[in-house]
C-alpha cells in the first residue's frame, strides 16, 4: 500500500473557518500564527483545514475575497513552518454532515452540484499552485449509503473539472456513514495516481463519544473506561446509541480494547488499498473531553501503533476545544505523553 509521505502526522484546526459562528472576529482570531507555530514544534508535519462555502461564496456564489484570505494566512503559516495542508470542505450548499445546519437537496440538485464543481475550480485556481505542500478534500463525511453511487459520480466530475486547473495535486475522497472505514471498499476507484482514500475514525463511539450532548439517544451524565470489557461497552452502545458496537464480535466479550480491535476494524480498508495501489488516511479521529485524559491518551496509543505499522496517515480531531481539544487545559499533564502517539 502507498504511503502518504508529508501526512502522516498531523492535527485538525475545526472551529477556525468551520462549524464556527461565521464572525470576522473568528476568523481573525481562532487561529493565528503562532498556532500554526505551536502545531509545528509539537512535531505534526501537516494540519487538516476544514471551511465551509460560506467562507468563500455569497449566498449567490460570488467570491468572498475576505475568506480566501484567511486560507491564504494559513498557506502561508505553514509555508514559514514547514507543516503540510490539506483544505477540506466541510460544507457545501445543499450538503453538510450535521443536519443541524439546515442544509439540504445537494445530492438531488444539478445545480447546487454544479456550484460544487465551481467552487473547486476557483480553489484550484487559486491555491492549486501549491501542490507540493497543499491537498484538496472534496467533501466533509457523506452520511447516507443510498448517496454511495452519486457522490462516487459527483466525486469523480469534480476531480475531472479539478484536473484541468491543477493536473497533480493530491485529491481525497471519503466514503458514506461518515467517512466510515467500512465505506472504503465502495469508493470509486481512484480517478488517478494522485488520489487518497480518507476514512475518520472514533471508535469505539461509546467510548469517544461517552456523554457527548449532540447524540440525542446519549445520556449525557454515561461514562466509561477504556478497560470496560467489551460486553460492558457493548451493553453501553445499545442503550446510549442504540447499536451493537463495530467490531467487537471478532472478540470475547470478556476482552478489552487493544490495538488488536483498530488491526480488526481497518483490515479490509487495508486491503482494498493495497489492490487498488492507493495511499490510505484518517482524516479525524480522537476522545471527547469527557473522558480521563489517561485514558484518553491509552486510546490514541492503541490506533496509532496500527497506524503507524501500516503506513496510515491521520489528523486527529482538534487543535483545541470543540470538545476534543488537546491544546486544552485539561490535558496540559499528560499531553507530552499523548504527543508520541499522534
Known sequence: MKTWMGYQKGVNL??????????????????????????????????????????????EGAPVESGYGHIQDAIDWCGKYGLNMILDLHKTMG??????????????????????????????????????????????EVTDKSYCELWNKISYECI??????????????????????????????????????NFHCYEPLIFTHQGAPWIPTMDTSFRIRIDAPYKEMDEAGVKNLSQVTTGFAAFSQDDTLSSKYFEKIFAEAISVAEERDVALYCGEYGVID???????????????????RNGIGRSAWNYKVMDFGIADSRMDNVRDELLKYL
Open 290 to 308: 469527557r473522558v480521563d485524559p489517561k485514558d484518553a491518551v491509552k486510546w490514541f496509543k492503541m490506533i496509532n501503533e496500527v497506524f503507524t
Open 14 to 59: 475545526g472551529g477556525w473557518l468551520s462549524q464556527c459562528d461565521d464572525t470576522e472576529e473568528t476568523y481573525s482570531t481562532f487561529v493565528v500564527e503562532e498556532d500554526i507555530k505551536t502545531i509545528k514544534g509539537w512535531g505534526m508535519d501537516h494540519v487538516r483545514l476544514p471551511f465551509d462555502y460560506e467562507l468563500i461564496e455569497d449566498k
Open 95 to 140: 450538503y453538510s454532515f450535521d443536519d443541524a445546519h439546515g442544509e439540504a437537496g445537494f445530492f438531488d440538485s444539478e445545480k447546487l452540484q454544479e456550484r460544487f464543481y465551481t467552487l473547486w475550480e476557483r480553489v484550484a485556481e487559486r491555491f492549486g499552485k501549491y501542490e507540493d505542500r497543499l491537498a484538496f478534500e472534496l467533501l466533509n
Open 160 to 197: 475531472r473539472r479539478i484536473r484541468k486547473i491543477a493536473p497533480t495535486i493530491k485529491i481525497l475522497v471519503g466514503g458514506y456513514w461518515n467517512n466510515s472505514v467500512d465505506s472504503v471498499k465502495d469508493l470509486a476507484m481512484p480517478y488517478d495516481e494522485n488520489i487518497i482514500y
